[in-house]
């Protein structure tokens, strides 16, 4: 089946090529726009009880859930000069009112908190005009540039501030991530190549993928909230994920050129190999960020939107319009060589240095074991004490007013009077009844009691909605709060009365719940699909368990240095962040589904390859050894250049992205060298013949079925010298 898709995309080269430019044009042309179609957070989960409650305290007690936080600060006025009190006022009172649906500034209120504590300075609270987060981030776009008050430092902040900033960072950072990556990874794509126009084909692939990825995500935008982070997502598969995929098909077709075919034999055989273990590489890390739709986060479902796109998009390019362009240039493919004399690839059995270096890993195979096994196990220690946290303006550079405002609010202010986690109530009747206004002190008394809790008041009455205040001592964001938020929720509620939790603590804790009850799903999906994809592309019941197995101590390997680095602070001057000691929740799940699915990328390449000599030798000693010379350089460079735009997009300011892209550049190394290279060379050599071993049933299965590398397809057209 490959083998005549391959031929029939030789015959169709032309058309092809012509489909792959309008795609481009057109994809490129509307997919621009999909930064204005993005939502800026997204960590949330929409179906929480926190969240219900930020919806019933927005509608009854605007004052208290600000959207925007705006300070204004003068170095010689006090707020107690008139001319500071009129400058504000004046600014605050001149915003429109369609954008803009109420504010309190310190004259309305009179609340000490909203004066800093060298009086200097003060915050206006703002609310915008919307019912979800885009609609808020379009009406403060609107007013944005009005805000400022002659005369007066102003900095914005708050939720919605803090988010478009993070936003316009993020776009700032990837582009810059692309203009960095593309020069270098086509100059290290000329070392692995030799030549200027083989070189230049991976490229072309992931720039097709990122533009089509791109106006999939705007079209998807318009149906449901995107995170703006799922960009970063796209941006790293669309480049690293299509350049690996191209790698493998040019090399295939330049090999089949070498053997002496040309023309539809070649793209033939090329789609029927090569083209095979694209399929199954892209199918195996598609699925496995398909995984990260069944949270209910629009963070983690967005990063599977952009991910399965990048990927998808990547395998259809590579089996397609990359075949289609070397059907067009034939031998030219080996044009421009930087070197005049191509170096012979060995053939021979026995020879090559990754033939001798597979073979003496397998000899000292016990060695290698316990070495790389311990190696891993050490680097996840730190992984046992990882504490996690929630996205502030922390994760934005010292430099943003976002951050500015989030550290003014922590040391200059009082904060927004108390912190306190909410209770709204949706009583039975109005809350200003004599019935009802003691039940409520009743209720309240009763949370104040509770254990961990310092004190608790209505802090809001309006019909028949209620909030009551509870305040407490310590972290907002840790174990103490999270505790205490569900003892809060086992105090019985007034008769007839329904309650939801609010506030940073309830939403810490119903993040943690929603993310924990999914996530064994998740891991029982990713571990079927992918144990079934790898039965289809090896033949063997014990291969994919080994890969799993092994995919485990990279992940854990991984998250341990994440945590000694970002939670721990260690290497925070080198890399030019500031630790805000816990990690994000949704970062690891999402890294988790990423890692595995790209680690499974390249265990495919690996033994598809040592199936492929199996098939043919019946030596699984050999077969290891031959199939390491024929592709071991080649996922090495892979993986190399995979690692280019992860480093790029690591040098974000944004601490989330850095996180996300440290953290991509040391699982693909300790994967590829550690793992795929040293620990599966050893563990296959352990195995022996039981390696590929199946089941009488399950071995016809994949004989007529498998997804796999198997011998070329039978000549059909004379051998041709090829000048290479």
């Known amino acids: 089946m490959f083998d005549r898709f391959g031929r029939l995309l030789h015959r169709r080269r032309k058309p092809l090529l012509v489909l792959t430019l309008l795609f481009a044009v057109l994809s490129g042309a509307y997919g621009a726009g999909v930064f204005g179609s993005l939502t800026p957070l997204g960590f949330q989960d929409p179906g929480s009880d926190s969240r219900q409650a930020e919806k019933i305290a927005e509608k009854a007690f605007p ?12 170095e010689d006025r006090t707020v107690d000069d008139p001319s500071f009190q009129r400058a504000v006022v004046k600014q605050v009172e001149s915003l429109p009112k369609a954008d803009v649906t109420g504010y309190l500034h310190y004259w309305q209120t009179k609340m000490p908190a909203q004066v800093s504590h060298d009086r200097h300075a003060t915050y206006v609270a703002l609310n915008l005009h919307g019912g979800s987060e885009k609609a808020k981030e379009e009406a403060y776009e609107a007013v944005m540039d009005k805000i400022p008050a002659p005369g007066l430092e102003t900095l914005q902040g708050g939720t919605v501030p803090t988010g478009h900033q993070a936003s316009e960072k993020i776009e700032h950072d990837l582009r810059t991530a692309e203009i960095i990556s593309a020069p270098v990874l086509f100059l290290l794509l000329l070392v692995v190549f030799g030549g200027l126009a083989a ?116 395998v259809l390019f590579s089996l397609v319009a990359l075949p289609a362009v070397l059907a067009v240039m034939g031998p030219k493919v080996n044009a421009f060589p930087l070197r005049r004399k191509k170096a012979e690839r060995p053939t021979a059995a026995g020879t090559g240095s990754w033939y001798r270096f597979g073979h003496g890993l397998m000899r000292r195979r016990w060695v290698v074991v316990v070495g790389a096994v311990g190696l891993l196990l050490t680097l996840a220690l ?62 309240a008394e009763r949370l104040g009691a509770t254990e961990g809790a310092t004190g608790a008041r209505i802090s809001g009455i309006e019909g028949s909605t209620a909030r009551v205040s509870v305040t407490f001592d310590g972290n907002a964001i840790s174990t103490h709060a999270r505790d205490l938020v569900n003892r809060l929720k086992e105090v019985p509620e007034p008769p007839g009365a329904q309650a939801y939790f609010g506030g940073e603590s309830a939403v810490y804790d119903d993040t943690l719940d929603a993310l924990g009850e999914t996530l064994p799903w998740m891991l029982l999906y990713i571990a079927v699909m992918t144990y079934i994809l790898l039965f289809l592309a090896f033949g063997s019941v014990l291969l994919p368990l080994k890969a799993i197995a092994m995919n485990m101590l990279s992940l854990t390997a991984t998250f ?165």
């Open 63 to 74: 004052q208290r859930t600000p959207d925007a936080v705006i300070v204004y600060r003068d």
């Open 382 to 443: 730190p992984f046992s004490k990882i504490e996690f946290g929630s996205i502030n303006a922390q994760q934005l550079p010292s430099t943003s007013e976002g951050r500015q405002v989030f550290e003014a609010m922590e040391h200059d202010f009082d904060g927004d009077a108390v912190k306190a986690i909410d209770s709204l109530l949706v009583l039975k009747s109005d809350g200003t009844s004599k019935e009802q206004g003691a039940a409520l002190q009743a209720y």
């Open 560 to 724: 341990g240095v994440l945590v000694w680095i970002f939670q721990d602070g260690h290497l925070h001057d080198l890399l030019g962040f500031d630790p805000t000691g816990n990690i994000e929740p949704n970062m690891p799940i999402m890294l988790f589904a990423l890692i595995f699915g790209l680690s499974m990328d390249y265990e495919v390449f690996l033994v598809s390859r040592m199936r492929e000599q199996y098939d043919k030798s019946g030596d699984s000693t050999e077969a290891v050894a031959t199939g390491l010379q024929s592709i071991g350089r080649l996922v090495v460079s892979a993986a190399v250049l995979m690692c280019v735009p992860l480093a790029a997009i690591g040098m974000s300011e944004v601490l989330t992205i850095k996180l996300f892209g440290v953290g991509m550049v040391f699982a693909v190394l300790v994967d590829v060298l550690v793992v795929r290279i040293l620990l599966g060379t050893a563990v296959m050599r352990l195995m022996g013949r039981a390696a590929w071993w199946a089941p009488g049933p399950l071995a016809r299965f994949y004989t007529r079925y498998g997804i796999k590398e198997g011998e070329a397809p039978a000549d059909t057209e004379k051998r041709v010298p090829v000048s290479v």
């Open 199 to 314: 070189a230049f084909l991976p490229l072309v692939v992931g720039v097709l993928s990122i533009l089509g990825s791109m106006a999939v995500l705007r079209t998807i935008a318009n149906v449901t909230d995107v995170s703006v982070f799922s960009m970063s997502l796209v941006t790293i598969l669309g480049l690293a994920v299509a350049i690996d995929y191209g790698l493998l098909i040019v090399s295939r077709y330049r090999e089949e050129l070498e053997a002496g075919y040309s023309g539809e034999e070649a793209i033939g055989r090329t789609i029927a190999t090569a083209g095979r273990t694209v399929v199954i590489s892209g199918t195996t890390v598609a699925a496995a960020l398909a995984g990260l739709t069944l949270f209910p986060s629009t963070f983690l479902k967005s990063m599977s939107y952009g991910g399965v796109a990048a990927v998808v998009l990547s």
